[in-house]
């Protein structure tokens, strides 16, 4: 009996170059990976590794200075690259929405967070003032908001980090879209309050059959969040792979680096190991391997050439001239 045919991937995402300034310097360069429908993918790295412009490539909602030179990007069979304002309008929130860091930043503090979700089904589902009402009620609850009847009446300053993140991650999903994007979503939150919005989205992903990109720059956020991990540094991905195989067994000296900085499951240890030096200022020209500067395996011909992103074992991949010397010796 033949196989039966995989569903297209929800997004699709190939050779991705960003330059930067007026010198249009490459910051991210050669970036590809898929997100399968319902599936989650943490794309990780420090700060200044690209993680951040490549999602701000796939909304369509890079700053100025900032120009998506080379690549394709896909939503389902919509290539994103060659979408117009108007066609934007009606991407974001119905097929792709988005939650960052500050949600503060991204309300309008003169009007309650319920007529601002209210607006938006009634705009873009075209719901009755009482149905976008009720709707946006539902929502609240569903994303674990106490006595949510009140919540719609208040305004973004009498809610805490933790509720205003729940009232944009309701907005996020209230049209039903097919990917979300969660941008440092939990950073500026208490360890506790960050757990309960990480088990949010992963129950939303469920109920809603939500695919999810997850930046961060958090191992232990991925380790618990996501199906699939990439790993980048210098404006490109280093490695990539299963979660739970890339923690178990990472092969690139960056992400063991990284594991060796988060200690993830070791909270024993007193001192944790430190990355020396800093990560490359976007778009630096830096010869062979962008880590070489900082890796302790580092060997002359690390410096000689770009460096392919090669696979290693099926679902698997990274970017080393001595891969083979070090997994071996691992």
């Known amino acids: ?32 990976f898929e997100i399968g429908r319902g599936e989650s993918v943490g794309l990780v790295g420090e700060s200044g590794s690209g993680k951040t412009l490549t999602c701000r490539s796939v909304l369509g909602l890079l700053p100025p200075g900032v120009e998506l030179a080379q690549g394709s990007i896909l939503l389902g069979d919509t290539d994103l690259t060659r979408a117009n304002r108007r066609r934007w309008d009606k991407i974001r929130g119905t097929r792709l929405a988005a ?13 309650t967070v319920g007529h601002q979700l209210a607006e938006q089904l009634r705009v873009k589902r075209r719901l009755s003032r009482k149905e976008a009402h009720a709707r946006s009620v539902e929502l609240f609850e569903e994303v674990g908001l106490n006595r949510p009847e009140v919540v719609y009446h208040q305004y973004p300053h009498e809610l805490s980090g933790g509720m205003l993140q729940r009232v944009l991650i309701a907005i996020a999903v209230a049209l039903e879209p097919e990917l979300l994007i969660a941008d440092e979503a939990t950073t500026a939150l208490d360890v506790v309050i960050q757990a309960e919005i990480l088990q949010l989205l992963s129950r939303l992903r469920r109920t809603h059959h939500l695919s999810l990109l997850l930046v961060t720059h958090d191992l232990a956020v991925v380790a618990e969040t996501c199906d699939r991990i990439l790993v980048m540094y210098g404006g490109e991905i280093v490695e990539s792979g299963p979660t739970d195989e890339v923690l178990a067994d990472p092969q690139h000296p960056y992400t063991r680096a990284l594991l060796a900085v988060a200690s993830i499951g070791d909270w024993s240890r007193r001192t944790l190991e430190v990355i020396p030096g800093s990560p490359p200022e976007a778009g630096a020209v830096l010869p062979g391997c962008r880590f070489a500067p900082r890796c302790r395996d580092v060997v002359d011909r690390c410096t000689s050439g770009l460096v392919p992103l090669v696979d290693t074992t099926p679902g698997r991949s990274a970017r080393c001239v001595r891969l083979d010397e070090l997994v071996s010796a691992s």
């Open 99 to 111: 939650v960052f860091q500050d949600p503060a930043s991204y309300l309008n503090p003169s009007l």
């Open 1 to 32: 009996m033949p196989a039966s045919p995989q569903p297209e991937p929800t997004l699709r995402v190939s050779d991705l170059a960003i330059t930067v300034g007026q010198d249009r310097r490459t910051a991210v360069r050669g970036v590809g």
